[in-house]
């Protein structure tokens, strides 16, 4: 991670991170999420092992601040910001369609809904979580779960679907700033879970548990748009 400089309310942060799903449970799961690769970070540059945490503070509605400690000294400072999340649409999800075609040099007939309301219902679902006061999707890797796991199940399109699924999660993740680590084969992503799911060796909930394992948030690319949005409260070091 490049050194930033963010000032808000006369205190200094390292970077940006935006909580895009406005839930407690979604708080909780990026600050466990960021304090795992924080904890790696300081491993990997000290060489040794130490206690790691990270608190959150609220600052205002719109603004939160966690600190991270090494053996309870500071390590890191980030500015928080809840903002909308950011989902997929029909036009998207034929757009992964098509692009799956060429990703993994397949035949057939791509870009083609056979079941309309599968689809519908899918995005409708993974978007509108709450029912009768419960969440049932009340954090962003809960939602890419949902959507990679009925896009590869349930088979809207007339091909492709296994591959669509995984566009569609990798890129929903990407909207809301979190990246999948350590894995760069598309292939075997496919393997692991979108065979997976449609074989029936794997649920929704192991999806999602294998993107708590693998997940990392994308704090460079958060803290550059923050920048770019004008920070008016905000400046490259």
């Given amino acids: 991670m490049k050194k930033h400089r963010i000032k808000f309310k ?18 909780q799961e990026l ?24 608190k959150l503070k609220g600052l205002d509605p719109y603004h ?13 400072k980030l500015l928080g910001l809840t903002i909308p ?31 309309d309301s599968t689809l519908e219902y899918t995005l409708h ?17 809960k ?3 949902k959507l990679w796991y009925r896009t590869a199940y349930n088979q ?21 700033y979190f990246v999948i680590n350590d894995i760069d084969d598309y292939a075997q992503l496919y393997e692991e879970i979108s065979m997976k799911i449609a074989n029936k060796e794997i649920s929704e909930f192991g999806v999602e548990l294998f993107l708590r394992k693998h997940v990392q948030y994308d704090i460079e690319r958060s803290t550059i748009d923050f920048i770019k949005r004008g920070g008016n409260y905000g400046s490259n070091n």
């Fill in 10 to 27: 006369k205190n200094k942060y390292c970077g940006v991170v935006y909580a895009t799903y406005p839930t407690d449970e979604e708080t």
């Fill in 31 to 54: 600050l466990n999420i960021l304090s795992e690769q924080f904890g790696k970070e300081y491993y990997e540059q000290e060489q040794k092992d130490v206690s790691f945490e990270g």
């Fill in 64 to 76: 939160f601040e966690i600190i991270f400690y090494a053996d309870k000294v500071v390590y890191k």
């Fill in 85 to 115: 999340t950011m989902y997929l649409n029909r036009e998207d999800m034929i757009n992964f369609n098509i692009a799956s075609q060429k990703l993994f040099h397949e035949v057939g007939d791509y870009g083609k809904i056979t079941r």
């Fill in 125 to 141: 679902v993974v978007e509108n979580s709450i029912q009768f006061d419960h969440d049932s999707s009340p954090t962003i890797l």
């Fill in 143 to 145: 939602k890419a779960a």
């Fill in 156 to 176: 809207a399109f007339s091909n492709g679907n296994k591959r669509t699924a995984l566009l569609a999660a990798l890129n929903f993740l990407a909207l809301n």
